[in-house]
């Protein structure tokens, strides 16, 4: 069944991970996984140490080519009763400043104990979410 936007802004914020998409210059969908904090409407990631190909990454041509991204969350359980999903479609901007970082990337240490030792350098991807949705099996 349909859940609130209350309700689907919470479950987000339970998720331990989630999928950040992204349009890209040709249209297609790019789709990765990301660690996430949530303040209010708005979602911060970040870009971190965990290896990469290249530093140039899509997500970021991405957005700053074309703004409007969706976060996708789930919670998958064997019992399908427990099932949920929650979405957020938003507006992204990319922060590279160090002033603009400080504070999501200190929500983000605070969230994973794992940036506790090797912070995220950034930058950090801001979204201002303009609707949340989800569903859920009871």
């Not at 870009?47 to 190909?53: E, H, N």
């Amino acid at each position: 069944m349909r859940i609130a936007p209350d309700e689907a802004r919470l479950r987000l914020e339970t998720a331990r991970v989630a999928r950040l998409a992204t349009i890209s210059p040709d249209g297609q969908p790019h789709v990765v996984p990301v660690t996430f904090a949530v303040e209010g409407d708005v979602i911060y990631t970040a870009v971190d140490a965990k290896p990469k190909r290249t530093p140039r990454l899509q997500r970021l041509s991405n957005i700053r080519a074309n703004p409007r991204v969706t976060v996708l969350a789930d919670h998958y359980d064997e019992d399908w009763s427990a099932l949920w999903w929650t979405r957020a479609d938003g507006l992204a901007t990319v922060v590279d400043d160090e002033a603009g970082m400080t504070a999501p990337i200190r929500l983000l240490t605070a969230r994973y104990p794992q940036y506790t030792r090797n912070p995220p350098a950034g930058p950090v991807i801001a979204i201002r979410v303009l609707h949340w949705m989800g569903w859920a099996a009871t």
